[in-house]
């Protein structure tokens, strides 16, 4: 044909039906080079034929890099790991803001070599455009394979850091956070923009009140969150994390 497709409607419909015998498709149909004789064949090789029918996957919170990173109740401790993150490494920072970024890639690569599951990113620094950077590093990220087969905790106060980070991420990430303490309309609408990236969540025990300092107080908030989540924004419960505020035991 003109196209150079050289596959006849024979070929074609006889190959799928062999795909469609096995169970292996849900939906049929031509391609840029078929004709409508393809379309026939195909039509007549497969009817009668059932669909592919879905298997029943358990519930996990399924997180990806490159690679798949699924959590379940079988898991273990889940190393996140920290190092690539300004507000907790000084080393780190310093290469941020003075632009090293190839060398700041390095410390990304040395905390999935030394057993990361997941790195935090964090670009929370005065000195810093914090959306350009957090995109640029994630950017820098998804081209080095050893790096970006983890999957990815974007870390970060401010909202707008949050969502120039998830709208350059490959894979499924962990939003790291979101609270009540500005409201729950401002919650749910940030819910529901993690939950059209794909994102799963990590939820502080923080109110309009301020932060949980009782066990009463943390079930309350947290119970709260977890009810506008999967009841208003439809999130799956797997893919919601709670951090109850431990640091409050000690201050």
């Known amino acids: ?27 049929a149909g031509g ?29 996990a919170m399924r997180l990806s ?10 898991s273990l401790f889940v190393n996140v790991g920290e190092r690539t993150n300004v507000t907790g490494s000084k080393a780190f920072a310093r290469l941020i803001l003075a632009e090293k970024y190839d060398e700041a890639l390095q410390v990304a690569r040395q905390q999935v070599e030394n057993g990361a599951q997941i790195i935090d990113i964090n670009m929370d620094e005065a000195m810093l455009d914090s959306q350009k950077a957090m995109a640029r590093f994630l950017n820098l990220i998804a081209s080095e394979p050893d790096i970006s087969r983890v999957p990815t905790m974007i870390d970060s106060s401010k909202w707008s850091v949050i969502e120039a980070g998830l709208r350059c991420h490959q894979g499924k990430a962990i939003v790291n956070s979101l609270s009540l303490k500005e409201g729950e309309e401002s919650f749910v609408e940030r819910a529901r923009q993690v939950r059209r990236f794909g994102a799963a969540v990590v939820v502080m025990a923080f109110d309009e ?20 989540l999967t009841e208003r924004v439809g999130f799956p419960p797997e893919d919601i994390i709670f951090d109850p505020n431990l640091f409050a035991v000690a201050t």
């Not at 990173?69 to 079988?74: A, I, L, P, Q, W």
């Not at 009140?209 to 506008?228: F, H, M, N, P, W």
């Open 65 to 74: 890099g490159l690679e798949p990173f699924n959590v379940d109740e079988h």
């Open 31 to 59: 391609c840029c080079g078929t004709t409508p004789e393809h379309i026939a064949a195909i039509a007549a090789a497969i009817d009668g034929l059932a669909p592919r029918r879905p298997p029943v996957i358990p519930v």
């Open 209 to 228: 009140q301020g932060q949980a300092d009782t066990a009463d107080r943390k079930v309350e908030i947290c119970s709260r969150a977890y009810r506008l």
């Open 1 to 27: 044909s003109e196209t150079g497709f050289d596959e006849t409607p024979g070929v074609t419909s006889s190959l799928l039906k062999e795909f469609a015998k096995s169970g292996f498709v849900n939906v």
